[in-house]
């Protein structure tokens, strides 16, 4: 069974501090896609980055890393020196069966200033 | 280029009436996806299309759903009867083969 876990449903930061939303997956498939998007307040779905089981490598994207691991079936996401601007739900999903996604229940970032 | 338009951004009907919610997905792309949102559930998929031919339906709710796509650049999502329990946001997706969902700005229904 496909699965995909975050266990934080609620994260409060104050700005400039780093933060990790955790996303533990579940699959028996060796080729899978891993994806975190972004829900802000307006509501609209942005995507955020694309991993293939294949690839390890973190990556980093300005303020944004993220953190691959297939031994502990996670992709960690890690914001760095927050911004009011990242208060939003994020969202983690498993891509599987080559059209099925799914989504994690989500985690809400609260950034003050 | 412009990304997926759904219509309307909101849509606030009674019980019992149809509602019809509309996708125009991105150019190009041949898959078509129709997502529910709410708070208890999460993110649910309804159906999926592939060149315009309803892949899996197995997430449609009930007999009240049904979901068309007559061309590559069009899609409806219908709702007869509409039902409180129906009220939620509908999101419609679209993606090329191997790639990333893009998501519309969804449509909010309210089902008095």
């Known amino acids: 069974a496909q699965k995909v876990t975050q266990a934080q449903t609620e994260i409060s930061v104050v700005e400039k501090e780093d933060v990790t939303l955790d996303c533990v997956y579940e699959t028996r498939d060796t080729t899978y896609y891993l994806f975190w998007y972004k829900q802000p307040p307006s509501g609209e779905l942005v995507f955020l980055i694309r991993?293939?089981?294949?690839?390890?490598q973190n990556e980093i994207s300005g303020r944004y890393s993220w953190n691959f691991q297939k031994s502990t079936s996670s992709f960690n996401f890690t914001i760095t020196a927050s911004q009011v601007v990242d208060s939003a739900v994020y969202f983690c999903a498993l891509l599987y069966n080559f059209n099925k996604f799914y989504f994690g229940s989500g985690t809400k970032l609260n950034v003050k200033p | 280029d412009a990304g997926v338009i759904q219509s309307p951004r909101h849509e606030v009907t009674e019980m019992g009436q149809e509602v019809t919610l509309r996708c125009k997905p991105i150019?190009?792309?041949?898959?078509l996806f129709w997502y529910r949102q709410t708070m208890m559930r999460g993110l649910e998929l309804l159906i999926y299309f592939n060149n315009n031919v309803p892949i899996d339906d197995s997430g449609m709710p009930e007999d009240r759903f049904s979901a068309k796509m007559p061309n590559a650049s069009f899609s409806t999502l219908k709702i007869q009867p509409s039902e409180p329990r129906d009220s939620a946001v509908y999101f419609c997706?679209?993606?090329?083969?191997?790639?990333?969902?893009?998501f519309g700005e969804g449509s909010r229904l309210t089902v008095l």
């Open positions: 150019s190009g792309h041949d898959y």
């Open positions: 997706a679209s993606r090329l083969a191997a790639g990333e969902l893009f």
């Open positions: 991993r293939n089981s294949f690839d390890e």
